[in-house]
């Protein structure tokens, strides 16, 4: 069956029409009729639906929630080949010339009935679909939609995106974001592109309209309102234009804002835009916000302001696999609460790694202020087990970036992570154009696309005695002979970008405080094979703070991103992907409480004032004297003063003490004194200085032993 699904168009090629600013009329309004809710759920072979479907599940949720439960969702089976949904629903006795199906997101594939008469089908799992109901809907009566969705990741065809992933084992299918009908008559908005220009104060707005069964003149007004009050900041309306039948023209339209106030991580404030045609109407919100790095300093530039990114990963698909799953990535307020935890942990961005989200996730980002990466789900290392071609990759590219364009949260298009791969890279280039606010782009392993583009690094100094990385586990009496500038490879090299960490590391625990399949040997070695959760809890903490305080300190990364936020977390008792590979740091997943002491020094290791001591010695003499340095650095935009003291953790004596300025996003070095203790045992050294009504440590445990 060939696809017919009605994908909306790109701009690419699309005339822009000459507006001029008048007074808007009183049009109709569109009307979406949410399909969200229970649905009913059957597995077949067949390629028609079936008689029967008697169990069911939520949409938007997984294959896997269905009651009664399916066995072994997820994986290839003999059982099934496809997941089958069903619902019943009503429509107006009226309908508007324009009815569409809008399946937001879905894996793999999907294909869909009205009313008994098949659509047709739609490849992509990570973007949304549209489809014409009209012709096939009872006006003022109950009808009925069946969609079929591919079992497991195979079913989809080679070089389509499947999510590969070397660390997931299940591969759930469902329809994971919402479903909604959308009515409307002509001329019907297909899209709106918000660009906003700080300097100018104003929003250029790009407005897709799509005509009627009949030609005719289309006007479109428009207005702005602020978010949170309603107050109306901008009014204008376009010149009446001509539309073909079916004919599509894009409009271009720029509105002053009166009182323009700027999006900010630390003030995130919307408008909305509200656009009117005669038969049509459409809202989007947007900020005031430009996002872009500045290739002389290699620092991220907001709003014309410098600043240094730090924050973490939310690996969604990672997270549909684990066993405390449950309604959690649908469940709004546990969403916004997880991003106000995040918070607390001073990130203001987030990479939204290897897959997108449910869509109501980038509405609370924009709203709590967070920067997303955000990461079309591609991941092949040096294999390319799906077989990718540019040329299926580009639609879903297109999809991705009309779907997300207006979103101030978003500020990088990630076209993968990890992966040699040319075609990552020719898709990006055939679609970045269409994006007129120009964001950067990062391309995992492959070649940066740009001068203005960012590349990413991911120094895994732990991975040492891996079998594809020989050797004894890495220890941190090592870190001085450590590069602080990121590794690249050499495609990476291809253009003098930024780098972005936007993961490090390998200590993960699971949240029972045990190692995973990829850490155990760093934690046989470094705590013992019979060492406590809590030893090993203590040792992954301070571990991951230190490395952060390293990547920091040097101010050769522009973003460094803690791996990961938002994971599985499975045992490790078992080789990757069925064993846990990666995990989160909670303890309760349902509370969202971080393990008490990742949070209490990975905390501190990302304050906005940091502070990192370059001592890594795990033995000294007893009284020996040496000079060491504390790299203390300033994200602010206000320069910090204040001392840097050093001392034995638990004892009140101060070793040495120094003054110390920091410039907005600079760097300082203290050099320090101190003599070991006379006594022969174990001690932490605390570096450490008073920001705000906080002390900041960095600490390093030694041994005071004869030589």
């Given at each position: 069956?060939?696809?017919?699904?009605?994908?909306?168009?790109?701009?690419?090629?699309?005339?822009?029409?000459?507006?001029?600013?008048?007074?808007?009329?009183?049009?109709?309004?569109?009307?979406?009729?949410?399909?969200?809710?229970?649905?009913?759920?059957?597995?077949?072979?067949?390629?028609?639906?079936?008689?029967?479907?008697?169990?069911?599940?939520?949409?938007?949720?997984?294959?896997?929630?269905?009651?009664?439960?399916?066995?072994?969702?997820?994986?290839?089976?003999?059982?099934?080949?496809?997941?089958?949904?069903?619902?019943?629903?009503?429509?107006?006795?009226?309908?508007?010339?324009?009815?569409?199906?809008?399946?937001?997101?879905?894996?793999?594939?999907?294909?869909?009935?009205?009313?008994?008469?098949?659509?047709?089908?739609?490849?992509?799992?990570?973007?949304?679909?549209?489809?014409?109901?009209?012709?096939?809907?009872?006006?003022?009566?109950?009808?009925?939609?069946?969609?079929?969705?591919?079992?497991?990741?195979?079913?989809?065809?080679?070089?389509?995106?499947?999510?590969?992933?070397?660390?997931?084992?299940?591969?759930?299918?469902?329809?994971?974001?919402?479903?909604?009908?959308?009515?409307?008559?002509?001329?019907?908005?297909?899209?709106?592109?918000?660009?906003?220009?700080?300097?100018?104060?104003?929003?250029?707005?790009?407005?897709?309209?799509?005509?009627?069964?009949?030609?005719?003149?289309?006007?479109?007004?428009?207005?702005?309102?602020?978010?949170?009050?309603?107050?109306?900041?901008?009014?204008?309306?376009?010149?009446?234009?001509?539309?073909?039948?079916?004919?599509?023209?894009?409009?271009?339209?720029?509105?002053?804002?009166?009182?323009c106030r700027l999006w900010w991580p630390e003030d995130p404030f919307l408008y909305e835009v509200r656009l009117k045609t005669a038969g049509d109407s459409l809202a989007a919100r947007f900020g005031m916000r430009e996002f872009r790095f500045d290739p002389a300093t290699k620092r991220a530039v907001i709003n014309g302001q410098q600043r240094y990114l730090v924050g973490s990963n939310v690996t969604i698909y990672r997270f549909f696999e684990d066993a405390q799953r449950g309604n959690k990535p649908w469940d709004r307020e546990w969403v916004r609460k997880l991003h106000r935890q995040f918070k607390t942990m001073h990130w203001d961005t987030l990479r939204y790694c290897i897959g997108f989200p449910p869509d109501f996730w980038y509405d609370i980002a924009d709203e709590e202020g967070f920067l997303i990466q955000d990461e079309f789900p591609i991941w092949t290392l040096g294999e390319n087990p799906e077989k990718l071609e540019a040329q299926k990759i580009v639609p879903e590219y297109i999809a991705w970036m009309r779907e997300r364009w207006n979103h101030p949260c978003v500020v990088i298009w990630d076209a993968q992570n990890e992966?040699?791969?040319?075609?990552?890279?020719?898709?990006?280039?055939?679609?970045?154009?269409?994006?007129?606010?120009?964001?950067?782009?990062?391309?995992?392993?492959?070649?940066?696309?740009?001068?203005?583009?960012c590349v990413e690094s991911h120094p895994y100094l732990f991975s040492r005695g891996m079998p594809w990385k020989k050797g004894d586990p890495f220890r941190f009496a090592e870190m001085p002979g450590v590069d602080p500038v990121p590794h690249l490879r050499d495609?990476?090299?291809?253009?003098?970008?930024?780098?972005?960490?936007?993961?490090?590391?390998?200590?993960?625990?699971?949240?029972?405080?045990?190692?995973?399949?990829?850490?155990?040997?760093?934690?046989?070695?470094?705590?013992?094979?019979?060492?406590?959760?809590?030893?090993?809890?203590?040792?992954?903490?301070?571990?991951?703070?230190?490395?952060?305080?390293?990547?920091?300190?040097?101010?050769?990364?522009?973003?460094?991103?803690?791996?990961?936020?938002?994971?599985?977390?499975?045992?490790?008792?078992?080789?990757?992907?069925?064993?846990?590979?990666?995990?989160?740091?909670?303890?309760?997943?349902?509370?969202?409480?971080?393990?008490?002491?990742?949070?209490?020094?990975?905390r501190m290791a990302f304050n906005p004032v940091g502070i990192m001591l370059d001592f890594w010695e795990e033995k000294v003499a007893p009284e020996s004297g040496r000079e060491v340095k504390a790299y203390v650095i300033n994200d602010r935009q206000a320069a910090w003063r204040g001392e840097v003291s050093l001392r034995i953790d638990g004892q009140e004596r101060t070793l040495a003490k120094m003054a110390c300025e920091v410039a907005p996003l600079g760097q300082a070095v203290v050099t320090l004194n101190f003599r070991a203790p006379d006594k022969a045992g174990k001690y932490t050294v605390a570096a450490e200085l008073v920001d705000g009504k906080g002390t900041i440590q960095s600490l390093r445990d030694f041994m005071v032993a004869d030589p």
């Open positions: 069956m060939k696809t017919k699904c009605k994908c909306a168009m790109g701009l690419r090629g699309l005339a822009l029409a000459c507006v001029w600013i008048w007074a808007i009329g009183a049009q109709a309004e569109r009307t979406i009729i949410s399909l969200d809710g229970e649905w009913q759920i059957a597995e077949g072979k067949d390629d028609t639906p079936p008689a029967k479907l008697e169990a069911t599940a939520p949409v938007p949720g997984l294959a896997d929630m269905a009651k009664p439960p399916f066995g072994e969702v997820g994986k290839r089976s003999e059982k099934r080949r496809h997941f089958w949904y069903r619902r019943t629903f009503s429509v107006p006795a009226e309908l508007p010339e324009f009815v569409a199906l809008k399946i937001r997101k879905a894996k793999f594939g999907t294909a869909v009935w009205i009313n008994g008469k098949a659509l047709g089908e739609h490849l992509p799992s990570f973007t949304p679909s549209y489809w014409d109901a009209r012709p096939h809907l009872k006006a003022g009566a109950e009808n009925e939609v069946v969609i079929r969705v591919g079992a497991d990741r195979e079913s989809l065809p080679p070089g389509m995106p499947t999510g590969w992933d070397f660390e997931k084992y299940l591969f759930l299918p469902g329809i994971y974001d919402s479903v909604e009908l959308i009515l409307s008559g002509p001329p019907h908005i297909a899209n709106v592109q918000c660009v906003p220009d700080i300097h100018g104060k104003r929003v250029r707005l790009l407005v897709e309209l799509r005509g009627g069964a009949a030609a005719g003149a289309c006007r479109v007004g428009a207005e702005v309102v602020e978010v949170a009050g309603g107050k109306v900041v901008a009014k204008g309306a376009a010149q009446a234009i001509d539309l073909a039948p079916a004919g599509t023209r894009v409009l271009d339209l720029t509105l002053p804002i009166e009182g992966s040699g791969i040319k075609e990552s890279g020719l898709a990006l280039q055939a679609v970045r154009h269409l994006d007129y606010s120009n964001r950067p782009w990062e391309n995992g392993w492959g070649e940066p696309q740009g001068i203005y583009d495609p990476q090299k291809a253009f003098d970008v930024p780098v972005i960490i936007n993961e490090y590391d390998w200590l993960w625990l699971t949240r029972d405080g045990n190692p995973t399949c990829l850490t155990q040997h760093n934690y046989d070695f470094h705590v013992g094979p019979d060492a406590t959760a809590a030893q090993r809890r203590m040792f992954h903490a301070r571990g991951v703070a230190a490395l952060t305080e390293f990547w920091r300190a040097h101010r050769k990364a522009a973003a460094v991103l803690h791996f990961c936020g938002l994971g599985y977390s499975r045992p490790g008792d078992k080789p990757r992907p069925e064993g846990g590979a990666t995990s989160d740091d909670f303890i309760d997943i349902a509370t969202l409480e971080f393990e008490p002491l990742f949070r209490k020094h990975v």
